[in-house]
C-alpha cells in the first residue's frame, strides 16, 4: 500500500529555519517524482515543486523559486520541503504528493495527510 | 502565465447533476485532472487524463474535454458530495503544474 505520512504542526517565529518531511513507504521511492503543494486557510492549492529522488533533479515554481529548498534522501524514502527564514506569510498547509509524471501526464496519485505550519511572533 | 479559471461556486439539490468547468488556453494540448477535497482532508483525485476515474471512485463522477473547457460531472449528487474541486493540467514543459482556484460544490 502507497503511503505518504508528514510530521505534526509547526509552530514557529519569523526568521526561523524549518524542514518538514514527507515519509514514503509501499513503492520504489527513487522512481517517482513527489511534489509540495501549499495552501493558505480558506485559499487554494499552490504547486511549490518537484524532485526526483532517482537523481535529486529538481524544478520550481517561479513563485516559490528561492524561498523553499526541495530535497529527498532515498535512504529513508523521505522527502523534504525545507525554509531558511519564515515570513508570516508562509503560515498554510503543506501537503506532499506523488505524481504520475509521463511525457503524457503529470497528477498527483497519492498524498501525505498535510503539515500545518503557523509562523507568528 | 499559464491560468484555469473554474466558477466559485455550483449548487445543486440531491439527486442533481452537478457541472463544473474550467477553461484554460492550454487544455487543448494538455490533460486535464480533478480533485475533491473535503474539509479538513488531503485532496484525492477523483478525474486523471481528462475522462478517466480511478479505482474506487464511484461512477457518478465523470470527465470531458472540448477545446479549451474540461468538465466535472457529478450526476445524482449525494449530501457527501459537496466539496471543494480543483482542476489540474501543466504548462508546456509538462513539468509545472497549475491548479485552477476551485470551486465549492454545495449540496442544497
Known amino acids: 500500500e502507497v503511503q505518504l505520512v508528514q510530521s505534526g504542526a509547526e509552530v514557529k517565529k519569523p526568521g526561523e529555519s524549518l524542514k518538514i518531511p514527507c515519509k514514503t513507504s509501499?513503492?520504489?521511492?527513487?522512481?517517482?517524482?513527489i511534489g509540495w503543494v501549499r495552501q493558505v486557510p480558506g485559499k487554494g492549492l499552490e504547486w511549490m515543486g518537484i524532485?526526483?529522488?532517482?537523481?535529486?533533479?529538481?524544478k520550481y515554481s517561479p513563485s516559490f523559486q528561492g524561498q523553499v529548498t526541495i530535497s529527498a534522501d532515498k535512504s529513508i524514502s523521505t522527502a523534504y520541503l525545507q525554509w531558511s527564514s519564515l515570513k508570516a506569510s508562509d503560515t498554510a498547509m503543506y501537503y506532499c504528493?506523488?505524481?504520475?509524471?509521463?511525457?503524457?501526464?503529470?497528477?498527483?496519485?497519492?498524498w501525505g495527510q498535510g503539515t500545518p505550519v503557523t509562523v507568528s511572533s | 502565465s499559464y491560468e484555469l479559471t473554474q466558477p466559485p461556486s455550483v449548487s445543486v439539490s440531491p439527486g442533481q447533476t452537478a457541472r463544473i468547468t474550467c477553461s484554460g488556453d492550454?487544455?487543448?494540448?494538455?490533460?486535464a485532472y480533478w480533485y475533491q477535497q473535503k474539509p479538513g482532508q488531503a485532496p484525492v483525485l477523483v478525474i486523471f487524463?481528462?475522462?478517466e476515474r480511478p479505482s474506487g471512485i464511484p461512477e457518478r463522477f465523470s470527465g470531458a474535454s472540448s477545446g479549451a473547457t474540461v468538465t466535472l460531472t457529478v450526476s445524482g449528487v449525494q449530501a457527501e458530495d459537496e466539496a471543494d474541486y480543483y482542476c489540474?493540467?501543466?504548462?508546456?514543459?509538462?513539468?509545472?503544474?497549475?491548479f485552477g482556484g476551485g470551486t465549492k460544490l454545495t449540496v442544497l
Open positions: 524532485i526526483y529522488p532517482g537523481d535529486s533533479d529538481t
Open positions: 487524463r481528462d475522462t
Open positions: 489540474q493540467s501543466t504548462d508546456s514543459s509538462g513539468f509545472h503544474v497549475i
Open positions: 492550454a487544455l487543448p494540448k494538455q490533460y
Open positions: 504528493g506523488r505524481l504520475q509524471l509521463t511525457t503524457a501526464t503529470n497528477y498527483f496519485d497519492y
Open positions: 509501499g513503492y520504489d521511492f527513487s522512481r517517482y517524482w
